[in-house]
């Protein structure tokens, strides 16, 4: 089956960069998708089709891909960062994976 | 405001029943297709069904033969009615939107917490 791969968790610094990769097989051929999820708040979309932000999401959430992995960057990491991160893409019949989530601690 | 709104959850027993609502405002709800989204606690978030803007549905494994969602447009409302329900269908259930110009979930609830227990 399709997965998608997180690390569990990655750590950072205030004002440093965080960066967050989903390694998936069919990464090339579907759009990735970011979630940021505070503790008992639902999930907000923060990049879609790969590297593009909704209106509302501060310019230093930015995301990539190459191959078949996708990367959030969060540049200049502040303290209200600190969320647990899923990517998202599209499997075959309109299915729909998620990453296992990593949980970004800024230190 | 753009807001979907579930009920419906609740303590069910192994075995047992219950349908979720999710109710739209704020958007143009027939341009969507909705997606029900459930998260265990503690546990990451896993997808469970859609239903298209055209009524077509497709489900996850998990629910394949016991998921069954359908949606009213006139009422800005979706569905999700799950049978034979288990204590691996503990979670919270979050329906969510997603449009054809994003291909990602640009919408969510706030969820409705299932627990399935004896």
């Known amino acids: 089956s399709y997965e998608l791969t997180q690390p569990p968790s990655v750590s950072v610094s205030p004002g440093q960069t965080a960066t967050i990769t989903c390694s998936g097989d069919k990464l090339g051929d579907s759009y990735a998708s970011w979630y940021q999820q505070k503790p008992g708040q639902s999930p907000v979309l923060v990049i879609y089709q790969h590297d593009k932000r909704p209106s509302g999401i501060p310019e230093r959430f930015s995301g990539s891909n190459s191959g078949n992995t996708a990367t959030l960057t969060i540049s200049g990491t502040q303290a209200m960062d600190e969320a647990d991160y899923y990517c998202?893409?599209?499997?075959?019949?309109?299915?729909?994976?998620f990453g296992g989530g990593t949980k970004l601690t800024v230190l | 405001e753009v807001q979907l709104v579930e009920s419906g959850g609740g303590l069910v027993q192994p075995g047992g029943s219950l349908r979720l609502s999710c109710a739209a405002s704020?958007?143009?709800?027939?341009?969507?297709?909705m997606h029900w989204v459930r998260q265990p606690t503690g546990k990451g978030l896993e997808w469970v069904s859609v239903?298209?803007?055209?009524?077509?549905?497709y489900y996850a494994g998990s629910g394949k033969g016991r998921f069954t969602v359908s949606r009213g447009n006139a009422k800005n409302s979706f569905y999700l009615q799950m049978n034979s329900l288990r204590a691996g269908d503990t979670a919270v259930y979050y329906c969510?939107?997603?449009?054809?110009?994003?291909?990602?979930?640009?919408?969510w609830g706030h969820g409705t917490t299932v627990t399935v227990s004896s």
């Open positions: 998202q893409a599209w499997g075959s019949s309109t299915n729909v994976i």
């Open positions: 239903i298209d803007t055209a009524g077509y549905t």
């Open positions: 704020g958007f143009t709800f027939s341009s969507y297709d």
């Open positions: 969510a939107a997603s449009s054809p110009f994003t291909d990602a979930f640009d919408i």
